[in-house]
T-cell receptor
Framework: ELKVEQNPLFLSMQEGKNYTIYCNYSTTSDRLYWYRQDPGKSLESLFVLLSNGAVKQEGRLMASLDTKARLSTLHITAAVHDLSATYFC?????????FGTGTRLTIIP | SQTIHQWPATLVQPVGSPLSLECTVE??????LYWYRQAAGRGLQLLFYSVGIGQISSEVPQNLSASRPQDRQFILSSKKLLLSDSGFYLC?????????????FGSGTQLSVL
């Protein structure tokens, strides 16, 4: 059974700081996704990572994938308030995605 | 372009009452369809997924059921709701066997069982 773990679960950080969210998964997979969810809203797709060593960046967010370590990271650079949200990673196993527990990120002015 | 419709947006139901949530997808054919539930402050739990009409896979034993009467229609039901059924329900679809497969989510239904 595929298990996906994220850490930290909660993260509060000041504007302008950098931080990394980690996503570990238990079985081999060649696709990993990062999603963002604002309170009371649906999920917005951020990144799709398809291969070992894949790195994608958009704005202040950068995601990477190490399939050998079964680890993905979401790095936040110089955080701003509008990045406050819950971030989920999700890993493909068979016909379905398994989601991590989510990381609730709060950016403090 | 593809769109996904999910309704209602908010629902308050008494314990023991029935439930029907509906999800439809436009602009694509033969999608994979999914129902997820998110309890307050928690992650997403896959409830059901479907790879075709009448084909339903259940991930978690519960008093909910799902049906796919048409290719682009996915329905989540219950005969008698429990308090523990409260949560945020999300329907999602994906293109089958796509190399760059993404999961697209509906707007969600906030269900409160009282």
């Amino acid at each position: 059974e595929l298990k996906v773990e994220q850490n930290p679960l909660f993260l509060s950080m000041q504007e302008g700081k950098n931080y990394t969210i980690y996503c570990n998964y238990s079985t081999t997979s060649d696709r990993l996704y990062w999603y963002r969810q604002d309170p009371g809203k649906s999920l917005e797709s951020l990144f799709v990572l398809l291969s070992n060593g894949a790195v994608k960046q958009e704005g202040r967010l950068m995601a990477s994938l190490d399939t050998k370590a079964r680890l993905s990271t979401l790095h936040i650079t110089a955080a701003v308030h509008d990045l406050s949200a819950t971030y989920f990673c999700a890993v493909v196993g068979g016909e379905k995605l398994t989601f991590g527990t989510g990381t609730r990120l709060t950016i403090i002015p | 372009s593809q769109t996904i419709h999910q309704w209602p947006a908010t629902l308050v139901q008494p314990v023991g009452s029935p439930l029907s949530l509906e999800c439809t997808v436009e602009g694509t054919s033969n999608p994979n369809l999914y129902w997820y539930r998110q309890a307050a402050g928690r992650g997403l739990q896959l409830l059901f997924y479907s790879v075709g009409i009448g084909q339903i896979s259940s991930e978690v034993p519960q008093n909910l059921s799902a049906s796919r009467p048409q290719d682009r229609q996915f329905i989540l039901s219950s005969k008698k709701l429990l308090l523990s059924d409260s949560g945020f329900y999300l329907c999602a679809w994906s293109v089958r066997a796509a190399t760059n497969e993404k999961l697209f989510f509906g707007s969600g239904t906030q269900l409160s069982v009282l």
